[in-house]
């Protein structure tokens, strides 16, 4: 049937309004001139894969399915209609001033097949949320959130069968925004494109889906610094650590905690956010994070994990600056229970050990047998995957069967 019907279904305005959807998330502004997921057009790739690739042999981000989304904007036409094509290669002038001057900006989405057969994103209007602002960040034009994920859950449904069906693997979803001004020189692009590709994945660590990593206290490098770009998804903030990650793992460590300042205050761990449950100075039991000052990016993981332990109301939540010699006192005498990074691609992935000024901090995440860690995790995985309901996730058939029932009648 959606073969049939999907271009007929979103060439007609839906009724259905978002707002029953969202429940308490902000619906991205209608306003702006933006493409319209009504006005996409579907282009069925002739090469279908037939087998798709078994779960348990997914390497993070290597496969991608049959079908991507483009969309084109210029300053003279606007946005064009968005177009769902066979996946392949982009031909592209060497101009470019993405090639030049780094102006892309990419998101990172997920997409699960929950226990009811349903398929639903996760938060995706945070992703939205952050995408626009990375945008106006390198000056790429406005677009309506809402109608980006209603494109993207048609262009999920028609590659349906790529969302794999084991936990805890999911769909992985990559938005990217990019300048395709054809001509040299710094200045505000007046072409671009946007593009959604996906890819069937498992866990993002090697080790596993919950396995405890070591890190790297980098005092020398520098990831982000306020005033700059740090909070936004774009692609010059990590091209220049990827040295710096060779350095830590030659010293035995598989990630960065990448610190800020002449105090060594801690920010992100790697591409993720990061979270400390410990006993404070005050001996009140804790879960405490970097605040969003300008250096570190506004996970979306961070977001809900923030809000489920506020909703939980068992232990204090905390978002506030803190040194690496707190977190060394702290381990020190024993107050520090369970360090743990957030982000889309892992969920949630203990730390086992800090190195820090030539000496290893043992954390006892695992040791204790990482409940807070362990709940977080299950918990948003509970959600993901439907077993937990939840406005925190958008079923992409929603909007999609109350347009068929619209037609149909």
Not at 73 to 95: E, R
């Amino acid at each position: 049937m959606l073969r049939s019907v999907s271009a007929q279904l979103f060439r007609q305005k839906t009724s259905c309004r978002w707002s029953k959807f969202l429940s308490g998330h902000q619906r991205m502004t209608s306003s702006v001139a933006s493409f319209k997921a009504a006005d996409l057009q579907i282009k069925y790739s002739n090469n279908i894969t037939e087998k798709k690739p078994d779960s348990d042999t997914l390497l993070f981000g290597h496969t991608f399915t049959d079908h991507m989304l483009t969309i084109e904007w210029s300053k003279n036409a606007g946005w064009q209609a968005p177009c769902i094509q066979p996946f392949g290669n982009l031909s592209m002038h060497p101009a470019c001033s993405v090639f030049h001057y780094g102006l892309e900006l990419f998101e990172g989405m997920k997409a699960y097949a929950g226990v009811d057969d349903k398929v639903r994103m996760f938060r995706p209007w945070d992703n939205m949320t952050r995408m626009k602002y990375s945008a106006n960040k390198i000056s790429l034009p406005d677009f309506d959130g809402d109608e980006l994920v209603r494109c993207i859950a048609q262009l999920i449904r028609v590659d349906r069968d790529w969302v794999p069906k084991t936990k805890p693997c999911s769909l992985y979803i990559r938005p990217t925004f990019i300048s395709t001004e054809p001509t040299i020189g710094v200045s505000v692009p007046g072409k671009a494109l946007l593009y959604v590709i996906m890819c069937p994945v498992g866990p993002y660590f090697r080790t596993g889906s919950f396995n405890p990593v070591s890190l790297y206290a980098d005092p020398k490098n520098v990831r982000a610094w306020k005033g700059g770009a740090g909070d936004s998804k774009v692609g010059g903030n990590y091209g220049p650590t990827i040295k710096p990650q060779l350095d830590a793992e030659k010293l035995g460590c598989q990630q960065i905690l990448w610190l800020y300042g002449n105090e060594d205050y801690v920010t992100e761990v790697g591409t993720m956010n990061l979270m400390m449950m410990w006993h404070n100075d005050d001996g009140d039991l804790e879960l405490i994070t970097p605040p969003l000052d300008g250096t570190i990016l506004p996970g979306v993981t961070r977001k809900a994990l923030l809000e489920l332990a506020r909703g939980w109301e068992e232990f204090k939540v905390t978002e506030r600056p803190f040194k690496m010699d707190e977190v060394v006192k702290a381990v020190k005498e024993n107050r520090v229970l369970e360090i743990f990074g957030a982000g889309t691609a892992c969920v949630v992935c203990p730390v086992g050990s800090i190195l820090y000024k030539d000496e290893t901090l043992n954390i006892p995440t695992m040791e204790n047998g990482a409940p807070y860690a362990t709940r977080f995790f299950d918990t948003l995985l509970d959600i993901q995957y439907g077993k937990i309901p939840s406005p925190w996730v958008y079923d992409i058939d929603s909007e999609y069967d109350a347009m068929a029932a619209k037609v149909s009648s």
